[in-house]
């Protein structure tokens, strides 16, 4: 055991990197991760950050990937002191942050905080608590997922039609 000692040391960083599939080595890939990226992704180290910024805004920057030129949006949707996620602009063709749909922008993002807290996102038979709300609640809440979202992420990022999005 005490031979493989060093070998093990050296080993341990690769294994596991492989354990998170996000992480790209940085030599084995010359190109970006972009395209393979999901429509969202919590910031893993600083790279991101000395992307160019196309436009900055009070909670928002536009970002440009060097390696391929895709725009994504930095985001911080919680508390300052968490890391901000990224999103891929909707619609794909925006260039300025006041080009954003950010209902869309966001709602990977919003689904994936949501789902954490209810699990699988499932309509359940029963209508939302909202007064004029005729969509259905989801499983663990009261609410539909439109209401959840304006709750939880702030009423522009849900889809909420007319007549039903009082209060
Ligand atoms: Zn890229
Ligand atoms: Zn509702």
């Keep these: 055991m005490g031979t493989l000692k060093g070998f093990a ?24 991760p972009c395209a393979e990226r999901p429509d969202w992704f919590r910031l893993e180290d600083d790279s991101v950050m000395r992307w160019p910024v196309l436009e900055v805004a009070e909670w928002e920057e536009l970002r440009q ?3 391929c030129g895709a725009l994504w949006v930095t985001v911080w ?19 300025r ?23 699988e996102l499932k309509e359940g038979k029963q209508p939302c608590r909202k007064v004029h709300c005729e969509r259905h609640r989801l499983h663990g809440s009261t609410y539909c997922l439109e209401h959840l979202i304006a709750q ?13 999005d009082k209060g």
Excluded: N, W
Aim: hydrophobic letters at 35%.
């Design 9 to 32: 040391y050296l080993a341990l960083p690769r294994l596991s990197g492989t354990l998170e599939r996000m992480t790209v080595p940085r030599q084995a890939k010359p190109d970006c």
């Design 65 to 67: 990937c060097p390696g």
């Design 77 to 95: 949707p919680e508390e300052i002191e968490a890391p901000p996620i990224l999103c891929r602009p909707y619609p794909v063709d925006a260039r």
């Design 97 to 119: 942050l006041r080009d954003l749909d950010r209902a869309s922008t966001m709602r990977a993002y919003c689904l994936a905080r949501l789902a954490e807290h209810l699990g």
């Design 152 to 164: 939880h992420f702030g009423r522009e990022l849900a889809r909420l039609g007319r007549g039903d």
